[in-house]
């Protein structure tokens, strides 16, 4: 064993940390198996070509030992060589050779098919769009499924949310006769029409900007059927809040900032209106023109969002030279313009 060891570079010597270096190099080389043979030769060959090839350079020996190294040198290179080699050795596969076609084989010429122009990615139609294309545009509108529990009066139900918590809602940009602690002309009719249309089916909840208003109920556009967009004729179909203007049960009540539908409401109650439909049929709320330049103050505050201040200011300020000249007023901006615009009794003359 030991006359073995004197022919493998980092033994020869017999030092401890030659040998170590060694066996580091060699376990080394067995682990080039993983990456092939022929990697594996080259790296067991090196130690050996090199130790060999400085003997017979540096120390010039004679006789043995010159004889050793030399056929050393040859068989390492050799080795070296080889490993090289086994990577190349292997050829790609050749694609086997069709047989021979005589003339009295080959088909008949075909006529040539048109050219098939590629759509560009432009240009190209999805007739079924993937499952998740459609969630997504589903989703455009973020809502809460709810369930409705309770329904107080024609503009504010109790709803519970699928993780159980229960919240009051009221319904933005409406609003309803009451019902509750006084009546007012058509306000049990429009919350029996709440009743029937709402109580306890499963509605989808979407939030405006403000979240809450000062009583602590959440503030909702109440959808029934989950919206795929927020196009008037969706908002028109699946809505409540619009059903319940379209069907005159209520009144446009606008409170910025959460005034995402309000165009769309200006023109389904001025559709009510003119169709007299519900409320808008009985002369408690049948439209009496006011004009505000020569209006007592008892008519003026009988337009919407003009309580007994905004009346006394307007007063002082008329004459006006048409209704947009009321954001002059304090508290009156584009969406309580809007509103008494849409409401149809103020006029200017």
């Known amino acids: 064993m030991k006359r073995l060891l004197q022919y493998i570079p980092g033994f020869r010597s017999g030092m401890v940390w030659k040998k170590i270096v060694a066996i580091f190099y060699f376990g ?18 090196v130690p050996f070509l090199v130790f060999s090839f400085l003997e017979l350079i540096l120390r010039n020996k004679k006789g043995f030992f010159v004889k050793r190294a030399s056929i050393m040198f040859v068989l390492s290179l050799a080795l070296a060589i080889t490993g090289l080699s086994i990577p190349l050795a292997i050829q790609e596969p050749q694609e086997p050779e069709q047989p021979a076609i005589t003339e009295a084989e080959k088909p008949e010429p075909e006529d040539p098919a048109p050219a098939v122009v590629q759509p560009t990615p432009a240009q190209q139609v999805v007739k079924d769009p993937p499952k998740a294309v459609v ?29 159980g918590t229960e919240e009051r809602v009221r319904m933005i940009g409406v609003d309803t006769p009451e019902s509750t602690r006084e009546v007012e002309p058509f306000g049990k009719e429009s919350a029996a029409f709440t009743q029937e249309k709402l109580d306890g089916k499963i509605v989808y909840l979407e939030i405006d900007t403000t979240e809450r208003d000062r009583f602590g109920r959440l503030l909702a556009y109440i959808w029934l059927f989950q ?21 005159g049960h209520a009144q446009i009540m606008t409170i910025p900032p959460n005034i995402k539908y309000v165009d769309y409401f200006t023109k389904f109650q001025t559709e ?6 519900g409320l ?16 007592s103050l008892e008519e003026l505050i009988k337009i919407i969002h ?12 008329r004459p006006f030279a048409s209704l947009d000249d ?19 009794i103020a006029y200017v003359q």
């Open 227 to 247: 919206p795929a967009n927020d196009k008037e004729s969706e908002v028109r179909a699946k809505m409540f809040n619009a059903q319940l203007l379209l069907s």
């Open 28 to 45: 080394f080389s067995l682990l080039m198996l993983a990456v092939g043979f022929g990697a594996f030769l080259f790296f067991l060959s």
């Open 306 to 317: 003009i309580e007994e201040e905004r009346a006394k200011e307007i007063i002082e300020l």
């Open 326 to 344: 009321l954001d002059k007023v304090s508290g009156i901006g584009p969406a309580r313009l809007r509103d008494i615009k849409a409401e149809g």
């Open 272 to 277: 009510a209106r003119e169709g007299s439909k």
């Open 135 to 163: 969630e997504a545009v589903e989703s455009l509108i973020k809502v809460e499924k709810a369930t409705v529990a309770r329904v107080i009066d024609g503009d504010t139900i109790e709803v519970r949310l699928y993780d």
């Open 280 to 295: 808008w049929a009985i002369t408690a709320y049948a439209p009496v023109r006011v004009n505000i330049n020569t209006a």
